[in-house]
């Protein structure tokens, strides 16, 4: 079976998944799985179009690494996602050690945006324009946008964005907002507000960092609460950590959280698509969690059966 293909025959966009080039470019198992579009029909940069790696310093734009991810995509036919315009992670150093005033600040987060959306234009499906803005309790994040303008900076990055490439998809993204509680809570009125004032925005991201055998409360229900915004979501960076010993018991329960998340992606129309924070154990970020659908030898887990049995759980 194919993933993409099955997800697609569920009547879903995609199903996708996060990548950096060397892994493509120097693994050639790896290369041929990410290749075949049966299984991805989406394509995210896990590191290269993030900030500091496309505006190292002041106005001065690398667009290199990040043509190569869109080179996969667009040679292949798979969608792409953009991650991610604003983050207070992997930021380069004059904006982590700078000061700013509010009026510097929102002309530094417009310029970003809306140069490296503007790169990329007519060749983005998504963008995750907005990346993590809000604390586990849904108050906003006190990062280096946020201590320079409040709160301003989000309507002024979705604003460039949607200037740079009007086609494109704009998301904002986070994690802990999985299952029902206060940060979901928020998120969904920040979207009600900025829909309220005329602010472009038309996705969210459920990143979906997630625990074997302790999938979030409410999982469900909170997935349809998302469907009731009057945009689109996605599960945008989903993978399983298995805490302890690798045995059969916590395969099979992966395999089990896997197939619930790509469930309730199912269930709710708004729901377009679901990607993998990378496939293999080999790559994923998480070491030692095991928390991909290919193993560590690109061969696939019993949670690869799990997004098949998500998927076609209707
Ligand atoms: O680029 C440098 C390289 O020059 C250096 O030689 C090497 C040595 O360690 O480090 C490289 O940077 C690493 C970078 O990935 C690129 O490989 C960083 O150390 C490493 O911390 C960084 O990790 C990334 C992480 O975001 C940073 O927070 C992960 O690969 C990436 O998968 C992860 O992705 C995030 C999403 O963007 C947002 N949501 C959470 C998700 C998982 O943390």
Known sequence: AGLNAVGKAAGKLYFGTATNANEFQDDAVYGAIINNTRQFGQITPANAMKWEYTEPNPGNFTFEDGDVIRDLARNNGQLLRGHNCVWYQQL????TNGTFTYHEMIDIVENHCGTLVGHYKGEVYAWDVI??????DGTFRENVFYNATGSDYIPAALRAARAADPHAKLYINDY???????K???LQNLVRELKSEGVPIDGVGIQCHLTVGQLPTGLLENFHDFGQLGVEFAVTELDMAIQGNVTADALEQQK?????VVS?????PACVGVTVWD????????????ADIWDDNLQKKPAFDGVVLGFESH
Do not use: R
């Open 264 to 268: 309730a992606c199912l269930s709710v």
């Open 279 to 290: 496939f293999t154990d080999k790559y994923g970020w998480i070491t030692n969690g095991h």
């Open 176 to 182: 802990g907002i999985e299952g029902t509680g206060n």
């Open 92 to 95: 380069p150093d004059w904006i």
């Open 256 to 260: 089990q959280d896997y197939a619930t």
């Open 131 to 136: 990346n993590e803005s809000l604390n586990d």
């Open 184 to 186: 979901s809570t928020a």
